[in-house]
């Protein structure tokens, strides 16, 4: 599409991209050329708004040129279907290529990789017996001589195969005898500390054995005097309690005597202060009726000058709102020069808020 010859100034390139619109989609001069055309085709178009046929040749011109615009997008838009469906077929090849090589390139690998795959296996193997070798000497806190006997026996019995150690077996065999001497010399010295422990433990046992019968003995002895002193402590304590019970007989009786006498002083006490309080109440009940007439009286009078104090402030606040509303009255008709009842309307409308955004401040 690209290799179509160009026209010649004398072809008319309107009626040409009319005819085949791709060319204007794949040379870029050939659309300048059609665009200078088209703009001429419409600024020699006569304006003729005052005629139906003026009109309808406007009409038909855009018509013309949106017209040509569709025919162009349409062939714009067969183009890129075109070119993806190429671009869907080549790639649907290069899935099916690659998918088929890698199918190849595996099978072919595929002893290698095994291969690889057995080496790294080996060498996870081996690096992991060396690991544990190396730490297989170190000793938890927790540990006993008996444990560490019983890891130099699965040490010993631990061999290194030829065909997975490869050129580490000699290395293998080193660790193994470093570790096993090793855990000999801890396990030696561990064995002797817990003789040496068990000893003193036997040693504190009997220590303790013989202090056990020295605080038992000593507990029968301060068991025995305990008793005695608590038979002695017991006869005076019952001495003590009866001598004791006799002083509270006799306090009971002094007792009831002194509340005998107290009762009766309280009883005479108790007759003078309800013959008081009967005369106190009397007076309080006549200071009562007095303070409330007293009272009542002075309500009232305050009543009437409440309401008379309101009259004179609903009296002076309607005189003073009849002043201000005057005075507006007056400036309507002095600044507006409208008749007085025109201006006492406008005030009183004002005044009873019928008027939007406009008050009177009193």
């Not at 002095?334 to 009842?341: H, L, P």
Request: proline fraction near 1%; charged fraction near 40%; charge should be negative.
């Amino acid at each position: 599409m690209n290799a179509v010859t160009k026209v010649s100034p004398s072809t008319d390139i309107v009626a040409l991209v009319e005819a085949t619109p791709v060319l204007v989609l794949t040379d870029k001069e050939k659309f300048s050329d059609f665009y200078k055309a088209m703009k001429a085709e419409c600024d020699a178009l006569e304006i003729d708004l005052e005629t139906e046929k003026g009109r309808k040749a406007i009409a038909s011109m855009a018509y013309k040129v949106a017209r040509t615009k569709t025919a162009i997008d349409d062939a714009g838009k067969r183009l890129n279907e075109e070119a993806r469906a190429k671009i869907n077929a080549v790639d649907e090849s290069r899935r099916e290529i690659r998918a088929q090589l890698d199918a190849l390139k595996d099978e072919v690998r595929k002893p290698l990789t095994e291969w690889e795959q057995a080496e790294e296996a080996r060498k996870a193997q081996v690096d992991e017996i060396m690991s544990w070798l190396r730490g297989s000497a170190k000793v938890e806190f927790d540990e006993t001589a008996t444990d560490i006997r019983a890891r130099i026996a699965i040490i010993s019995a631990t061999t290194f195969a030829p065909d997975v150690f490869q050129g580490y077996a000699a290395q293998a065999e080193a660790l193994k005898t470093t570790a096993i001497t090793s855990l000999e010399t801890i396990a030696d010295r561990m064995e002797q500390e817990e003789a040496q422990r068990a000893e003193l433990e036997r040693l504190r046992a009997e220590a303790a054995e013989r202090e056990e019968q020295d605080r038992i003995k000593r507990e029968a002895e301060d068991a025995e005097r305990a008793r005695i002193v608590a038979e002695k402590v017991a006869a005076e304590a019952k001495a003590r309690e009866e001598a004791e019970q006799k002083a509270r007989e006799e306090a009971a009786a002094k007792a009831a005597e002194e509340r005998a006498r107290q009762e009766a002083e309280a009883k005479a006490r108790e007759e003078r202060a309800a013959a008081d309080r009967a005369h106190a109440e009397a007076l309080a009940v006549e200071k009562r009726r007095a303070d409330e007439a007293e009272a009542a009286a002075k309500a009232e009078a305050d009543r009437i000058s409440r309401e008379q104090a309101e009259q004179a402030a609903r009296e002076a606040d309607r005189a003073h709102r009849g002043k201000v509303m005057g005075a507006a009255k007056e400036a309507f008709m002095e600044i507006g020069g409208i008749n007085e009842a025109t201006a006492k309307t406008i005030v009183l409308a004002i005044a009873a808020g019928n008027i939007p955004n406009i008050s009177i401040q009193y």
